[in-house]
């Protein structure tokens, strides 16, 4: 067998144009230094990454760095779905970051150029083909968002978050390395098919202890980035002491980060026996406890936080699945992980559209505040509220919010199909738990305003929100409604 790896230039094309946008971000920081042409650069660069992941994704599977059989690098349908999501996410969180950094206190080079390297890592994670791939695409992902949380000047609760999340975060890659690590002692392999592969063929290595540790490790390492309880509570934390647009980009591209690195490694790598019911556990655990905490927050960036993790229960709960023998038959299996990953972009859709709203509604460079401070918001601002509420419904499965309405459908789908009834129930009931907060605080935005001041920059007579925020609610809220228009035609790119 010849020991030198092929390279695809055009596979690696959307990787190129992610990571030369952070190059061109540092570039023109430093010979424009003009914060308006940076963000340009940046916001350039990520349209770019899309529609290069995109057009290279419309043909077959790429493949690249490969030894034999086992590729390093696999770009097909869903890694183009993956690589252009991402790209779009960071173009979206730069036009909600144009308040925040108009305000002086966030550096815009370091800021436009971390985003462009977190970028990076979300492109290569979908296409990851080995362990190693993936966990360095995630660090990749993951590490300069330790940075952007706590990037603003002064700011003691960002740099209270900052800490909070690199150190779990830096726990959660320790365990997921160990099991890469003993995983390979065990197998003698690192690309996710040649893992599948020799454990299927090899059923007695399952009966190893070493085994289940090394399993064990690494979806309970990657539960900790999907934010899934027990290991979620860094992410309200976080989110609340982060500025606004980067609690948009942890909520959405963070977690779909999470949400791919897991599915990655259970649908090619590790045995649907032994994962399932972990994450059927996990499913209901994080479902169930997001949803109970969300009913009492009262600040809103701390209940979109925890309806966040609730969201990451029903993400996981198609792959519970995988515990039933119905549930790995080969079409049952391939319609659960469609189902996961197709809920995925519903979410961070909605998600984005809501934080959107958020930023729409409030100072430039302030953080989430209370839900009172959101209170009667739509009457002042009707478009702004009109699409919040919109993204609230759509999150809580809800015409007409359609898109998520699908979402929940195709989850419930996938379960029963997979004889899971039990764990559609537990769904079904939780999801009745969201909508009590969800439809409080869409209905709050309508509340008469009473005699309570209205909070800073929400006032009648202060000026309407910066037209890059205007713009990013109107398509991320365009967007979300034409998915849950045409929902099969994220269902058909979930399953490529």
């Given at each position: 067998m010849s020991l030198v790896q092929s390279v695809d230039n055009v596979a690696l094309l959307p990787a190129y144009l992610a990571a030369g946008t952070a190059v061109l971000v540092l570039l023109a920081d430093l010979l424009v230094a003009r914060a308006a042409a940076t963000v340009a650069v940046a916001a350039a660069g990520a349209a770019a990454t899309a529609l290069g992941a995109a057009l290279?994704?419309?043909?077959?599977?790429?493949r690249t760095f490969c030894v034999g059989a086992d590729c390093s690098y696999v770009f097909g349908g869903r890694a183009a779905l993956v690589g252009a999501l991402f790209a779009l996410l960071t173009l979206g969180v730069l036009a909600l970051s144009g308040p925040l950094l108009r305000a002086g206190r966030t550096p815009a080079g370091e800021y436009c150029f971390l985003l462009a390297c977190s970028m990076t890592g979300g492109v290569v994670l979908g296409a990851a083909g080995d362990l190693i791939t993936l966990i360095v695409a995630l660090e990749t992902l993951t590490l300069p968002l330790y940075v952007l949380v706590g990037l603003r000047r002064g700011s003691l609760a960002g740099a209270e978050a900052a800490v909070t999340f690199f150190v779990v975060s830096v726990v959660a890659t320790t365990l997921t390395l160990l099991g890469a690590a003993l995983?390979?002692?065990?197998?003698?392999?690192?690309?996710?098919?040649?893992?599948?592969?020799?454990?299927?063929?090899?059923?007695?290595?399952?009966?190893?202890?070493l085994t289940t540790a090394a399993v064990a490790l690494v979806v309970l390492g990657l539960a900790f980035k999907v934010a899934a309880v027990p290991f979620h509570a860094w992410a309200p934390a976080t989110y609340d002491g982060a500025p606004l647009p980067v609690a948009a980009y942890l909520s959405t591209a963070s977690k779909l980060g999470g949400v791919v690195a897991l599915?990655?490694?259970?649908?090619?790598?590790?045995?649907?026996?032994?994962?399932?019911?972990?994450?059927?556990?996990?499913?209901?655990?994080?479902?169930t406890v997001g949803n109970l905490v969300a009913l009492r927050q009262r600040r809103t960036v701390r209940l979109l936080a925890w309806s966040s993790v609730a969201q990451a229960g029903y993400i996981l709960a198609p792959l519970g699945a995988l515990a039933l023998a119905a549930g790995r038959a080969g079409d049952v299996r391939a319609t659960a992980y469609a189902a996961a990953v197709a809920y995925a972009v519903f979410f961070v859709l909605l998600e984005l559209a809501a934080f959107a709203a958020v930023v729409a509604l409030r100072p430039a460079d302030a953080d989430g505040g209370?839900?009172?401070?959101?209170?009667?918001?739509?009457?002042?601002?009707?478009?702004?509220?009109?699409?919040?509420?919109?993204?609230?419904?759509?999150?809580?499965?809800?015409?007409?919010?359609?898109?998520?309405?699908?979402?929940?459908?195709?989850?419930?789908?996938?379960?029963?199909?997979?004889?899971?009834?039990?764990?559609?129930?537990?769904?079904?009931?939780?999801a009745v738990f969201g909508l009590a907060y969800y439809l409080r605080?869409?209905?709050?935005l309508y509340a008469p305003a009473g005699t309570a001041p209205a909070p800073d920059g929400d006032r009648p007579g202060q000026?309407?929100?910066?037209?890059?925020?205007?713009?990013?609610?109107?398509?991320?809220?365009?967007?979300?409604?034409?998915?849950?228009?045409?929902?099969?035609?994220?269902?058909?790119?979930?399953?490529?």
């Amino acid at each position: 067998m010849s020991l030198v790896q092929s390279v695809d230039n055009v596979a690696l094309l959307p990787a190129y144009l992610a990571a030369g946008t952070a190059v061109l971000v540092l570039l023109a920081d430093l010979l424009v230094a003009r914060a308006a042409a940076t963000v340009a650069v940046a916001a350039a660069g990520a349209a770019a990454t899309a529609l290069g992941a995109a057009l290279v994704g419309t043909g077959a599977a790429r493949r690249t760095f490969c030894v034999g059989a086992d590729c390093s690098y696999v770009f097909g349908g869903r890694a183009a779905l993956v690589g252009a999501l991402f790209a779009l996410l960071t173009l979206g969180v730069l036009a909600l970051s144009g308040p925040l950094l108009r305000a002086g206190r966030t550096p815009a080079g370091e800021y436009c150029f971390l985003l462009a390297c977190s970028m990076t890592g979300g492109v290569v994670l979908g296409a990851a083909g080995d362990l190693i791939t993936l966990i360095v695409a995630l660090e990749t992902l993951t590490l300069p968002l330790y940075v952007l949380v706590g990037l603003r000047r002064g700011s003691l609760a960002g740099a209270e978050a900052a800490v909070t999340f690199f150190v779990v975060s830096v726990v959660a890659t320790t365990l997921t390395l160990l099991g890469a690590a003993l995983l390979y002692a065990v197998t003698g392999g690192l690309h996710l098919g040649r893992l599948g592969a020799t454990l299927a063929e090899r059923p007695a290595l399952l009966d190893v202890p070493l085994t289940t540790a090394a399993v064990a490790l690494v979806v309970l390492g990657l539960a900790f980035k999907v934010a899934a309880v027990p290991f979620h509570a860094w992410a309200p934390a976080t989110y609340d002491g982060a500025p606004l647009p980067v609690a948009a980009y942890l909520s959405t591209a963070s977690k779909l980060g999470g949400v791919v690195a897991l599915l990655a490694v259970v649908e090619h790598a590790l045995p649907p026996a032994t994962t399932g019911p972990v994450l059927a556990l996990l499913a209901v655990l994080t479902m169930t406890v997001g949803n109970l905490v969300a009913l009492r927050q009262r600040r809103t960036v701390r209940l979109l936080a925890w309806s966040s993790v609730a969201q990451a229960g029903y993400i996981l709960a198609p792959l519970g699945a995988l515990a039933l023998a119905a549930g790995r038959a080969g079409d049952v299996r391939a319609t659960a992980y469609a189902a996961a990953v197709a809920y995925a972009v519903f979410f961070v859709l909605l998600e984005l559209a809501a934080f959107a709203a958020v930023v729409a509604l409030r100072p430039a460079d302030a953080d989430g505040g209370t839900l009172d401070d959101l209170r009667g918001a739509a009457r002042r601002r009707p478009w702004v509220g009109a699409a919040f509420a919109l993204a609230l419904t759509g999150l809580a499965g809800l015409p007409p919010g359609l898109a998520g309405l699908f979402a929940k459908v195709t989850v419930v789908r996938a379960l029963l199909d997979g004889g899971a009834g039990w764990l559609a129930l537990v769904v079904a009931v939780n999801a009745v738990f969201g909508l009590a907060y969800y439809l409080r605080l869409a209905a709050l935005l309508y509340a008469p305003a009473g005699t309570a001041p209205a909070p800073d920059g929400d006032r009648p007579g202060q000026r309407a929100p910066a037209r890059a925020v205007a713009v990013t609610l109107a398509v991320a809220t365009v967007v979300a409604v034409a998915v849950g228009l045409a929902p099969q035609l994220v269902l058909d790119l979930a399953g490529r």
